[in-house]
């Protein structure tokens, strides 16, 4: 994400979306990245958070990471999925996806 400038940044935050029977599933961690100049990054923060995957309801969840503030152009969110579906899951062994709902930077 391009913020257009440099901006001071001390909160970030994604919101994903489980809904497990569709092969949705929260991320195992998502890790936040800021940089100055789009090449060199630095991490801010690691967010991790899951449910079951035997909860078959639909969830949102936010990942959240809060930090002393930096100064940053440009940040990186990398959300890192479950793989393909494990065992005990009606559909084990298929692709999980990840749903993304929004990115918040403060």
């Given at each position: 994400?391009?913020?257009?400038?440099?901006?001071?940044?001390?909160?970030l935050e994604s919101?994903?979306?489980?809904?497990?029977?569709?092969?949705?599933?929260?991320?195992?961690?998502?890790?936040?990245?800021?940089?100055?100049?789009?090449?060199?990054?630095?991490?801010?923060?690691?967010?991790?958070?899951?449910?079951?995957?035997?909860?078959?309801?639909?969830?949102q969840r936010d990942?959240?990471?809060?930090?002393?503030?930096?100064?940053?152009?440009?940040?990186?969110?990398?959300?890192?999925?479950?793989?393909?579906?494990?065992?005990?899951?009606?559909?084990?062994?298929?692709p999980a996806n990840?749903?993304?709902?929004?990115?918040?930077?403060?």
């Amino acid at each position: 994400i391009d913020l257009g400038e440099m901006k001071t940044v001390r909160h970030l935050e994604s919101a994903y979306y489980q809904l497990a029977a569709w092969h949705r599933l929260l991320p195992v961690k998502v890790e936040y990245f800021l940089s100055s100049d789009g090449n060199n990054w630095e991490l801010a923060g690691i967010a991790d958070k899951n449910l079951p995957i035997d909860q078959y309801d639909a969830f949102q969840r936010d990942y959240i990471v809060d930090f002393d503030p930096k100064i940053a152009r440009y940040v990186r969110v990398k959300a890192q999925n479950v793989g393909n579906l494990p065992a005990g899951h009606p559909s084990a062994g298929q692709p999980a996806n990840v749903v993304i709902d929004e990115i918040v930077v403060e």
